[in-house]
């Protein structure tokens, strides 16, 4: 039985993760500080993101028949390498957790206004729980079959809205600080990034075609980046930057504005799947790199995997009091509790694995 997994599945789950974190926080956080020039944020953060997808692509080929806890145990010691996985898995918890409150804040307030949110998240969770529990290699056909869905999706979109730019809500270029632009597309690379270091949890020798996954990753890296320039450029030159800035989901607002052929309407609901799908992907995977580390630790994975579970259900209906805190404590403090933290993981991880490499 081949147990390798496609090297285009893998690498599509990087299209989903990054941009999970996007929806109803880095789109919005950008959109309000780099105003018109949120374009510019994203192409220089693009090309600076290059550089962290080198560290990633660095530690996957380090050691390839190794996982991440076990690379991180064997580049750090025994003892050193078990607090820093136990610390990645609170924050893999944690991210875990915000997904499903991201999602039934999202399903809440665009299709199911009246439905108590622990009903949205059972209903979300039996899909991911079942996924998780086939494997990574189910996940991975899974991933690339949405993908798929998700380009017939942003084709139809750009369709769509092509009639309603006006090239005059991009102007005036550079009207904020080059700082204000480079802090921005900061920014970006974190909210991009910060979530793809999970799938480091897959052993490269487990992927199939070794010699074109980096190509591949570069290009679904790209396909991504592509995503958001094109979705910024549509918010701002359909709507106006002051306009778009009002909005929580400016993504969803901006999908309202189509109908085909002048009586198909209301087709936001299904175009804006692609961010549901992005959760959903984003769930799963988080899921699963929890229940590789209990593997990996041989504990009773099972009663303690679906306690972990049970607890995030209903942890995430309880993680905010209300969108506008939750929004604005991600925006605060997540670059500072989650990506400072693991860029320099990756960062200290690869120069170590280059000194071993040499030894």
Sequence with gaps: MNTKISNKGFSSLIFFTSQ??????????????SKQNS???????????????????KLLNYEKDLNIYQKLEKLF???????????????????????????????????LDKTPSIVILILF????????????KPICKLSLIIFIITVIEIILSIFGLINFVEIDNLKPFFNTPFSNILKNSLYFISYFFTPTFMLLMVPKNQI????????HIIIFYILGCINFFLLFLFIISVFGIE????????????????????????VENILS?????????????SLYYIKRFLNHKKMDKKILYYTIVIASLFLSTMLFKNTTIG????????VLIYTIPIFILVLVSVILSHIKSRN
């Design 273 to 285: 799947t692609q961010w549901l799908f992005s959760l959903f992907i984003s769930s799963v995977v």
């Design 327 to 334: 929004y604005d404590f991600i925006k605060k403090y997540f």
């Design 77 to 111: 010691g025994k003892f050193l390498g078990n607090v820093i996985n136990i610390a990645l898995i609170v924050l893999v918890i944690f991210y875990f957790i915000y997904t499903l409150w991201s999602i039934q804040i999202y399903i809440q307030n665009k299709y």
């Design 243 to 266: 306009l778009a800035s009002l909005f929580y989901y400016p993504e969803f607002t901006l999908l309202k504005k189509i109908n085909y052929l002048d009586f198909i309407q209301h």
């Design 125 to 136: 969770l039996i899909p991911t729980v079942y996924s998780v529990n086939k494997g990574i």
């Design 20 to 33: 999970s974190l996007f929806l109803g926080i880095g789109l919005t956080q950008i959109l309000n500080s």
């Design 39 to 57: 374009i510019f944020s994203v192409l220089i953060g693009s090309l600076l993101g290059f550089i962290v997808l080198a560290l990633f692509l």
């Design 208 to 215: 199939e075609n070794q010699d074109k996954l980096n190509k």
